[in-house]
């Protein structure tokens, strides 16, 4: 938004991973954003202690591990897919059975996010919870970055967008940082819209509504407040892991 | 936004031609919006008496009916394709020369959007000059409408989809349309955000940067003055026309 000086890093908002292959040039650094629910789960999964979650597009993949003895969560269509113990409620998460452990983790939209960006960029997981903690981890990568909202069904929505309209404005904030693509102009108006009561603003979003139905209004309270965690959870050979600032470089 | 009553239309915004494969489906009416300036052109177009307007997808279209004898106007990245003698500023269409003329147009979005719900849908043309005639219009239908954004080169783009929400809060203010979509939700947020002021509120979008550098202040101010004409451009038979009242059902 500021003029454009030659070192500066760009920061650009992708609306939905169906955007995805117009917007990946000249990103090093991939941040998957799924609010409702799914990198709020994994934030606070490493949060509690699990040591890695591998994360899965598709529901063979997921039970092709259970079947090799993972302890896999599933989610669909905001509901936990049969046959499964969990799926991507972050209270799921908060299990002291899973410390230590390596789980695997398919949702709707977050995991193919993640996945979609994993061959070709560093893939980090932000949320509304870890919001401070992966801006300010971004402002010191000094690289360009690419907020990759997980959306709905490949369908744009309203919180992912706000959550990453909340990151670029901390990144344009520091004047390292500088944005052109109006989908990121367009994501900051909405953040500005919602930051003051996240939850007031997006209690007509399409998948609040779809959760509200099936009566999970406690995860939508926990996922839409901020900063609860920083935890960074990074995809490494296919797993993510707590990021150690010490090899945050 | 309202509660779901089963007699109400839907009204849905859909953020880019990339995106239509994921909301065309359920609706009878698409509204072709390209602010920035191919559906400005054409309305402004047929309000000056142009009697149709082809629009064609490709430059090799173009070249086809320029051959036979058209008068064809040609825009790419916001310029005059070379070998044409107009592209998409409206006020090229203020000619008296093109009066009860048969044109052909192509442009980077706008007249692709046209075309990709030609075969589907009823097509109508909108934007910002003809902004209450066209929700005057679809309120009188009393059918599912979808606002189809231009975008840029298959990117969500501003200017349209302030349109678009602008569309939408017409309908819904009548009660009798409703929306689901966070796409729909959100762009009435940013018309909400621009009404008082579109051409401050767009200093920053991307289009018109890039037509700023081009010297084309005169036709963003114009293009971003709503009601100007009541024309409704309809398409048919593959050429678009002024839609007369009394064939409006």
Known sequence: MKDDFPDKKRVEVCPSPKQFELYQWDFDIVVAIDVLRATTAICTGLDFGVKKIIPVSTLEEAFEYR???YIVGAERNGEIVEGFAFGNSPFSYMNKAFKGKTLVLTTTNGTRAINLASKTHTVVVGALVNLDAIIQWLIEQDRNVLLLCSGWKDKFNLEDTVCAGAITEGLLATNKFKSD?????????????????????L???SHRRRLKRLNLNEDIKYCLTPNQTDIIPILRNGALEKLERDDSK
């Open 67 to 69: 079947r090799k003895g």
């Open 203 to 205: 209690k007509h979003s």
């Open 181 to 201: 693509e109006d989908s990121t102009i367009s994501a900051m108006f909405l953040y500005q819209s919602a930051r003051d009561n996240y939850f007031s603003f």
